[in-house]
């Protein structure tokens, strides 16, 4: 961390503490929370907000593209079967609690001095503070398709974490659930590079929470089979893809990093493959 003392510690704790009351305390008076030490609330905070982030967004977006747009986005055989959402579910809910662990590390190090964040934007200034965001979005979307890359590449990482993810490797069986369905581990790794950054390059705290609680719905997002066409985003378009070939759009926001290392490929090349076969 650049600098920073005493006193802008403390506003992180005094902000981790805030977050704290505001989701335990909805549920319980503080005073059944305090005596617990403030790393196992931040813990307890986190994995209720995880949860119902990934349940609310889950539940939400297969409403709409399964019920409400039944056969518009999604062809009614191609819908996953209850069943299988349901395996998903109990296999990211299983595997939230140490998700959890993770957002709960990086503030602990930032409560303690150990990175680079910083807890008001008006202590950079706002250009300063998207010059910043840009670039911690770089590492992490370097950082995510390398650690996924080697998920695939390295064989005992594949056959031990990511191919619990890749069950799903049909459009009948992926669905927004299937976006946090990873052995914990496997999903620990792919967040790690959120928190590498915080070490990097100067970063808002508030900030990295967010995206990091985003992760959820982003992962929900490219999971539906959707192909949205919204070029250089990484969609579900091209993730489909992964889940099917397994070589092949390995990024995670956009396309940059496979094309860069030589592992895009295009939905719409794949379907005019299909359409000249």
């Known amino acids: 961390m650049d600098g920073n003392g005493g006193a802008d510690l403390q506003l992180f704790m005094d902000e981790t503490t805030f977050y704290n009351r505001i989701v335990l305390g909805s ?12 790393f196992v609330q931040t813990w307890v905070r986190n994995y209720i907000g995880g949860t119902l982030v990934y349940l609310l967004s889950g539940f939400l977006w297969c409403f709409y593209i399964y019920y ?9 055989d191609a819908i996953p079967s209850n069943k299988a959402m349901l395996l998903q579910i109990y296999v990211a809910m299983k595997a939230m609690p140490w998700y959890c662990a993770l957002p709960t590390l990086s503030e602990y190090m930032v409560e303690n001095g150990w990175t680079r964040c910083f807890s008001r934007i008006s ?31 390295i064989k005992p990482l ?16 992926l669905s927004p659930f ?23 390059v100067p970063t808002h705290l508030t900030s990295h929470i ?44 956009t396309i940059w990093m496979d094309w860069m290392f030589g ?15």
Not at 158 to 173: D, E, G, M, V
Request: charged share 15%; with cysteine.
């Open 27 to 38: 549920l319980l008076p503080m005073k059944l929370w305090d005596p617990l030490p403030h």
């Open 68 to 76: 409400l747009k039944r056969n518009v986005f999604v062809p009614k």
């Open 123 to 153: 202590d950079v200034g706002w250009p300063a503070y998207f010059v910043y965001l840009a670039i911690y979005l770089v590492i992490v979307e370097f950082g995510i398709y390398w650690m996924h890359r080697e998920l695939h590449d």
């Open 158 to 173: 594949y056959k031990y974490l990511h191919a619990t993810h890749h069950i799903y490797n049909k459009q009948n069986t």
């Open 178 to 200: 299937a976006g946090l369905a990873f052995h914990p581990l496997d999903g620990i790794l792919q967040a790690v590079p959120h928190v590498i950054a915080l070490f990097l």
């Open 210 to 253: 967010a995206l990091l609680f985003l992760e959820a719905i982003w992962t929900a997002n490219i999971h539906d089979c959707i192909h949205a066409k919204a070029w250089p985003v990484m969609g579900a378009g091209y993730h489909t893809i992964h889940h099917t070939t397994y070589r092949h759009n390995y990024g995670h926001y």
């Open 263 to 277: 592992t895009l490929r295009d939905p719409q090349a794949r379907d005019d493959e299909s359409k000249v076969m």
